[in-house]
């Protein structure tokens, strides 16, 4: 005689207090286990919605995400964030991370290891990025995040600079009139 047992249910783990996750979450991490940070903060988002620890567990989980290398995820929970929050004073902290998503995005792996020259390929997240970090900086002047995003600012714009250099080159290579572009709609 042959048995079989075959398990259709999956076993929900007993909710831990919420203090718990959150602190499981803070020591993966500063273990360098953002995965395992992302699975505690958002065991805590989805049974404490409206708990104590709640809004932070919302930025631990986009800093989480981009740790992970999950960019859109954490481009995603930003904007998530910034909508249920606008008001929450670490709101310049939010747009930070949201430009920091889309800008790291844009980095390939490919990219990083064989030093391959973003200027030559689409810049459309780049400007993307450029707006972003832009616009933390007209909502935010006096931002602790301000520096920083004023030189990777500097850094977008000379790319794209290069970009455009190098379509006005091909153009020309071929005698072919350039394409109009209003310079003013980026800066």
Known sequence: MLAIACA???VQEADLPEQEYYQKAQAALEDGLPTTAVKH??????RYPFGEYTVRAELDLIYAYLSAGDY???HAN????IKNHPDHSS??????????STYKSTESFLGRYLDLDPSERDVSEL????NEFSLLLKRFPDSQY??????RMIYLRNIIARHEVQVARYYF????????YDAAKLF
């Open 146 to 151: 301000a520096p920083d995003s004023k030189v």
């Open 91 to 100: 709101l310049d902290y939010a747009f930070y991370m949201r430009a920091l």
């Open 173 to 180: 290579k071929r005698k072919a009139p350039c394409r109009p």
């Open 78 to 81: 930003v904007e998530r964030f």
């Open 8 to 10: 259709n249910k999956t």
């Open 41 to 46: 903060l958002k065991d805590l988002t989805n």
């Open 72 to 74: 859109i995820a954490a």
């Open 127 to 130: 400007t993307t990025s450029f």
